[in-house]
């Protein structure tokens, strides 16, 4: 099983990236997918997320700015941010998970940094 993140980088504040998780090896349409993050010195938190079934779920801080998506065909889970802040800085993981069985996986990460 593989996710593998992409799109993360350095931007200004008031910039867009859109971060994507592939995903291989899993039936990707009975996962829940969250996107986490984990700034230096924090811990990990979740910053959004969505079900096998698309509803999605998102961090207070990050309600309005950021959306949650995924393309079952693709097995490819999206996280589009916009109006970044310096705070948004952190490693940004994908997580897949299938509760009803058990399984949990984790991508590499990819950092985000936001400059002010």
């Known amino acids: 099983v593989q996710l593998?993140?992409?799109?993360?980088?350095?931007?200004?504040?008031?910039?867009?990236?859109?971060?994507?998780?592939?995903?291989s090896r899993i039936t990707f349409g009975n996962y829940d997918m969250g996107w986490y993050r984990q700034a230096p010195g924090k811990q990990r938190e979740l910053v959004a997320s969505i079900t096998s079934g698309g509803s999605t779920n998102y961090e207070d801080s990050v309600k309005g700015r950021f959306t949650i998506s995924r393309d079952n065909a693709k097995?490819?889970?999206?996280?589009?941010?916009?109006?970044?802040?310096p705070e948004?800085?952190?490693?940004?993981?994908?997580?897949?998970?299938?509760?009803?069985?058990?399984?949990?996986?984790?991508?590499q990460g990819t950092q985000v940094?936001?400059?002010?």
Request: with cysteine.
């Open 113 to 116: 940094t936001v400059s002010s």
């Open 88 to 107: 948004d800085t952190a490693v940004y993981y994908c997580n897949a998970v299938w509760s009803r069985v058990g399984l949990n996986y984790w991508g």
């Open 4 to 23: 593998v993140e992409s799109g993360g980088g350095l931007v200004q504040a008031g910039d867009s990236l859109r971060l994507s998780c592939a995903a």
């Open 75 to 85: 097995s490819t889970v999206y996280l589009q941010m916009n109006s970044l802040k």
